[in-house]
């Protein structure tokens, strides 16, 4: 069977990729954004703060000297994997007693991670026990040269992250309607800061929009005015979205926390999502308040689409990918955020113009089965989305308000832009 693919991850990736969205520049020019020429250089290290080009041994031993290193990522760009191997691997030839700590995973799978490590389960085990479709669905091969980078050196790895259902709850409820026995022993979250908040009401934003497109209601994202911002931060729902980004951001601090007070004070590096470390407003913040500062945040930036985003004090560094050398595969997708409630599948929200909103898939909808397999489990739906070939026809049976429902959903031909 070929590597997952996520659903419910891409509409997440779209909605952070607003966050992280850069100032358009044109790749044929010798600057960027108004930075120096090494901003527009790839495979050079650049220094946020001045714009200056940084060599390579000064930025792997100073950061092989702090104690935790965030190595950020966007989920889906195998550049950035392979930027972030490369980087793992100079920082190990400094620091063999190194850790690498994992966002991708939750707690639960900690002992499956420790047997790959020890060299006691094949590939695909590895995969099936950690239950990659259900807890992450991005491409596995993404990230297995990392996976094999750590069992083939004995570095260990941690699972960073938390059950996605905890965060899903803060979401609805807020942070204090969960009980502290709910909680997988994660503690009280410092605070947000103020710059980090607005970020996060851009984002809350977008996604809002985003929902309103599906309905019908409006037709496209724009970025949100400076008035609504404002409205935003003192909305509740916003007040439980951002105390579910603090709960991740919380539950992988002390992970890492953990790791580094482990013995011997290894190197600790952690793979996350950017959104979680730039600007040390996320992980970095947490992990200062857990009394392990210092964190260091490494980047990697586009030099055609998102240069524009190295501003000061976004990173201690970032480096500039080559350009895309090859078009990226076909994947199929929904469109669609789904979760596993008691219920069943429960479709959370539609991403405007996707092939499950002109199928007629609705949020709130419960998915029976796809394909006329049944469908219990989110990872059962994104295992057979992935099947399903350019141009084909996939037949979805729903329940919506308790009466069962029957869509097509088609997904686009070789030649069709992909949804």
Known sequence: MSSPKPVWPRFLAAAVGFWLAACASDPRSDAVAGLPAPCSTVGAWVDPASGSRLGYDDV??????????LLGESHHDRRHHRWQLHTVAALYGRRPDMILGFEMFPRGVQPVLDKWVAGELTT???LREVNWPEIWGFDADLYLPLFYFARQNRVPMVALNVDRALVARVGREGWDAVPAEDREGVSDPAPASGAYRRSLARVYAMKHQHAAGAAG???SPTDPSA???AELLEDPGFRRFVEAQLTWDR???EALARARR??????VVGIVGRGHAEHGWGIPRQLDELGIPDTAVLLPVDRAEDCGIVTPGIADAVFIVEEMDEPERPRPRLGIRIETTDAGVRVGQVMHGSVAEVAGIKSGDIIVAAAGFPVKKAGDLIEIVDRQAPGTWLPVAIRRHGKPLEMIARFPGGGEADR
């Open 60 to 69: 792997i031993t100073a950061q092989a000297a702090r104690p935790v290193v």
């Open 124 to 126: 695909e085990a590895f």
């Open 217 to 219: 209601t409006q037709p």
């Open 227 to 229: 008035e609504d911002l």
């Open 251 to 253: 539950a992988m601090a």
């Open 262 to 267: 482990s013995g011997g004070s290894p190197l």
